[in-house]
Antibody, heavy 119, light 107 residues
């Protein structure tokens, strides 16, 4: 069975950094497109970033230059490094598997990890 | 960026009702649209992709239609488990964007 388990969330001060992890099982992260999607408290879903199997990366304008998506093939794990965090980055962060090449919708999701940016 | 607008934002219905949620794109996205269901405190769940294709394991009372800029999600004969929030998502181009959500409540 496909499983995605996020970790690394927590409370961080504005301007700080955090790295989230998403451990995958049941499939190979490096063979798939993978993504991060976030949801601010009481709000809707917002796409954050996506990495292709070939390594190309894409970002929402709201995080470009501050967040970096990556993966560790040996650990079958997806990451997102978040720097220069702002209050508006407070959200539950979900990792998600993209269905297939050219079909950038999400067929499997993790349970999410909460990031709170506050002093 | 392609803006996705859902309506209504909240919908009150009873068990057994048929309900329809609309999603409009600010420009044509062909059929590159997905629908998700989300329950409180849980991750979204894929229901429909390519506007009208039902994800494996999703009950047949869920159906999607549309192309271009206007899309609908219909739930026929609403069940207690269907009271949730529903989101559309376009994957025609980056940035990927979601609609604002439609909460289906018990009347």
């Amino acid at each position: 069975d496909v499983q995605l388990v996020e970790s690394g969330g927590g409370l961080v001060q504005p301007g700080g950094s955090l790295r989230l992890s998403c451990a995958a099982s049941g499939f190979t992260v490096s063979s798939n497109y993978m993504s991060w999607v976030r949801q601010a408290p009481g709000k809707g879903l917002e796409w954050v970033s996506l990495i292709y199997s070939g390594g190309s990366t894409y970002y929402a304008d709201s995080v470009k230059g501050r967040f970096t998506i990556s993966r560790d093939n040996s650990k079958n794990t997806l990451y997102i490094q978040m720097n220069s965090l702002r209050a508006e980055d407070t959200a539950v962060y979900y990792c998600a598997r993209v269905m297939s090449v050219g079909a950038n919708y999400f067929d499997s999701w993790g349970q999410g990890t909460l990031v709170t940016v506050s002093s | 960026d392609i803006q996705m607008t859902q309506s209504p934002s909240t919908l009150s219905a009873s068990v057994g009702d048929s309900v329809t949620i609309t999603c409009r794109a600010s420009q044509s996205i062909s059929s590159w649209l997905a629908w998700y269901q989300q329950k409180p405190g849980k991750a979204p769940k894929l229901l429909i992709y390519k506007a009208s294709s039902l994800e494996s394991g999703v009950p047949s009372r869920f159906s999607g239609s549309g192309s271009g800029t206007e899309f609908t999600l219909t739930i026929s004969s609403l069940q207690p488990d269907d009271f949730s929030t529903y989101y559309c998502q376009q994957y025609n181009s980056y940035p990927l964007t979601f609609g604002g959500g439609t909460k289906v409540e018990i009347k």
